[in-house]
């Protein structure tokens, strides 16, 4: 079995884990209402998406 031959050390440990925080999501202003949105997705306060009027999916409750 594999077995590390010297102990790494904290900065060397916490270099690796830099990548592994949390981003925000990015947000893109919509151009119709104004309000933030996230890009190629529908807008949630106007329903319009590239400048159309979309609705949204419904699905049978059981």
């Not at 309000?35 to 997705?41: E, F, L, S, Y």
Request: charged share 30%; hydrophobic share 20%; net charge positive.
């Amino acid at each position: 079995m594999a077995v590390p031959k010297k102990k790494q050390s904290k900065s060397r440990r916490d270099k690796r884990r830099a990548t592994h925080r949390l981003e925000a999501p990015r947000l893109n202003l919509c151009p119709q209402c104004g309000q933030p949105k996230q890009p190629h997705r529908m807008c949630p306060n106007c329903k319009t998406y590239a400048g159309r009027e979309i609705e949204p999916l419904r699905t049978p409750t059981p």
